[in-house]
């Protein structure tokens, strides 16, 4: 069974649980062809080569492999990568394919040239990661049929296709599986002029007038992250739409900013709860993720994949062997005094 989501061409197919809430929302937004996905240059580039060297081969793109915080942009650079290669993109996530003939039976359905998506590929389970190897390696499926000294292995042929996975944490996926991808390409955070440009696009789609400043104010804001600037424009529209305010001005946009926690360094209250247990807590640091998880009543895998990142980036934190670290930023941010001792222990002077 195949759930079509949108256009021809991408579908959602089983085993897949939930579509994800704000889904149409996100497709409303999402850019269709490269010249459309702003910034990630680099990544660009090698894409666009590959993708030419494979149509000249008459071949489809090498299994490509995507990795980055949540948001960045890695469904959508699936999802491109079909459109540019005018094939039709299936998705699933790791987490949804549940037993070895759930993958068979996607790629049994494959058609020559078709993107197999699977978001969270390193949620997939190792009995189904080895029927991965041989359909990445030689487009074949080895089946083994019945058990015990009667069983007997087959062979199903598959068309050619591409394999283009997405993870949040490159670290958890195996080295036999990492080693399958030809291609393997990390997204950035998105720099401030990116930025801009994308809540100036997302503005135009959504029909909202920005008053001179704002784009770049919000682009500040956003974790540096597309899907948090897509969020935050909608809500700044909607805060703007109940006061029956045509065009935002700065004043709308930082009121909503800060009703919604989010500080003027684009920090939330999650970062700022996180920042302000390793201080008051532990000391500054070092302190372990789980503890740190108990502390902040978040989990583990929430803090390591979605706030670290951009907290490290912007050097708020710092993660060592013996656990993660505020630095003086980060005390500066919040205003807080390095008391002496962890000055010397944490800062060396
Ligand atoms: P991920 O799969 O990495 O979690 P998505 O691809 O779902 O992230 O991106 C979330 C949203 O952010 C998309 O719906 C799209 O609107 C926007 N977006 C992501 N990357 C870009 C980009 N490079 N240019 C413009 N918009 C982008």
């Known amino acids: 069974m195949a759930i079509i989501r949108t256009a021809r061409k991408e579908q959602t197919v089983t085993p897949v649980k939930t579509v994800r809430e704000n889904d149409s929302f996100e497709q409303s937004l999402r850019p269709r062809a490269l010249t459309e ?4 240059g680099n990544v660009k580039e ?3 080569v590959y993708m030419e060297a494979a149509r000249k081969r008459g071949e489809p793109l090498g299994h490509t492999l995507l990795h980055g915080p949540p948001g960045l942009g890695k469904t959508t650079l699936a999802l491109i990568i079909g459109h540019e290669m005018d094939a039709q993109v299936r998705v699933t996530s790791g987490p949804a394919i549940e037993k070895p003939g759930d993958l068979a039976s996607l790629l049994t359905n494959l058609q020559a040239g078709d993107v197999l998506f699977i978001d969270e590929i390193h949620r997939l389970r190792p009995a189904i990661e080895e029927v ?7 487009f074949a499926l080895d089946l083994m049929l019945g058990k015990g000294p009667s069983a ?7 068309k050619p296709f591409t ?4 993870t ?4 958890s996926i195996s080295a036999p599986l990492r080693d399958r991808f030809p291609h393997v390409f990390k997204l950035a955070f998105y720099s401030q002029s990116e930025m801009r440009h994308i809540v100036e696009r997302t503005a135009k789609i959504l029909q909202v007038m920005l008053e001179d400043g704002v784009a770049h104010h919000i682009a500040g804001c ?3 992250t597309p899907r948090i600037a897509n969020r935050l424009v909608r809500s700044i529209r909607d805060f703007a739409q109940v006061r029956n305010e045509e065009t935002i001005s700065l004043t709308r946009a930082c009121d909503t900013l800060h009703a919604l926690g989010i500080d003027d360094v684009g920090l939330d209250r999650t970062d700022r709860a996180i920042l302000h247990a390793i201080i008051e807590k532990f000391g500054g ?3 372990g993720l789980s503890t740190l998880a108990a502390a902040t009543a978040e989990e583990e895998e929430t803090l390591e994949d979605v706030y670290e990142p951009y907290l490290l980036q912007q050097g708020y934190l710092q993660r060592t062997p013996k656990g993660r670290i505020a630095t003086r930023l980060a005390f500066d941010l919040l205003g807080l005094m390095v008391p002496e001792g962890v000055q010397k222990n944490l800062f060396g002077m």
């Open 37 to 40: 996905y702003v910034g990630q």
């Open 46 to 48: 090698h894409l666009l």
């Open 132 to 138: 991965l190897y041989s359909a990445m390696e030689d």
């Open 152 to 158: 007997r292995s087959m062979r199903l042929e598959l």
């Open 163 to 166: 394999l283009v996975g997405a």
């Open 168 to 171: 949040t944490k490159t670290g």
């Open 222 to 224: 956003c974790r540096a």
């Open 285 to 287: 640091g070092p302190v």
